[in-house]
T-cell receptor
Framework: QVQLVESGGGVVQPGGSLRLSCAASGFTFKNYGIHWVRQAPGQGLEWVAFIRYDESNEYYADSVKGRFSVSRDNSKNTQYLQMNSLRTEDTAVYSC??????FGFGEVDQWGQGTLVIVSS | AIQMTQSPSSLSASVGDRVTISCRASQAIRNDLAWYQQKPGEAPKLLIYSASNLQSGVPSRFSGSGSGTSFTLTISSLQPEDFATYYCLQDYISPFTFGPGTKVDIK
């Protein structure tokens, strides 16, 4: 079955950087785009970013554009979220999520359990 | 970015009740809308995609309707396992945006 395991979260000071990883298994990773979605403690869901299956395009929420970047290594079945210039409002659980459709860019579908990022001085 | 609103923000209902949750988009999004269920401590689960298509494995008591700017999630007969928070998501155009959620709890 689909498994997504995020890592790389932790505590970082405002203005700092972190790189999150998402290790995928149980499906043909190279055929699926991957989203990142975050959820601040006690809050709702926020879509963060997406990268197409072939890395041809990336998309970002307005709140992270210019600070976050996504990449992937299909040979390692792994996706990355590089987060720079972190702000306190970036504190959240970050989850990687498969797209529902092969080669598509649409609904988020299968979720990892997430990794917690805390931005605090 | 497209703004999504949901109503109500919370509701109390009994087992067996028919429950309706509304989601509205700030501009037309065709039928590019999905619904998710999230229980405390768990990852969200996709229920409905393309406004009215039931995701595989989801009970048929869940249904979705709407197009353009106005959408509805209906639970025909609420079950104990349905008490959760429900979110809509527009996937019409990037950046995708979620609604703020509707919490369904026990009356």
């Amino acid at each position: 079955q689909v498994q997504l395991v995020e890592s790389g979260g932790g505590v970082v000071q405002p203005g700092g950087s972190l790189r999150l990883s998402c290790a995928a298994s149980g499906f043909t990773f190279k055929n699926y785009g991957i989203h990142w979605v975050r959820q601040a403690p006690g809050q709702g869901l926020e879509w963060v970013a997406f990268i197409r299956y072939d890395e041809s395009n990336e998309y970002y929420a307005d709140s992270v554009k210019g600070r976050f970047s996504v990449s992937r290594d299909n040979s390692k079945n792994t996706q990355y979220l590089q987060m720079n210039s972190l702000r306190t409002e970036d504190t959240a659980v970050y989850s990687c999520v498969t797209d529902r459709v092969k080669f598509g860019f649409g609904e988020v579908d299968q979720w990892g359990q997430g990794t917690l990022v805390i931005v605090s001085s | 970015a497209i703004q999504m609103t949901q109503s109500p923000s919370s509701l109390s209902a009994s087992v067996g009740d028919r429950v309706t949750i509304s989601c509205r988009a700030s501009q037309a999004i065709r039928n590019d809308l999905a619904w998710y269920q999230q229980k405390p401590g768990e990852a969200p689960k996709l229920l409905i995609y393309s406004a009215s298509n039931l995701q595989s494995g989801v009970p048929s008591r869940f249904s979705g309707s709407g197009s353009g700017t106005s959408f509805t999630l209906t639970i025909s007969s609420l079950q104990p396992e349905d008490f959760a928070t429900y979110y809509c998501l527009q996937d019409y155009i990037s950046p995708f945006t979620f609604g703020p959620g509707t919490k369904v709890d026990i009356k």
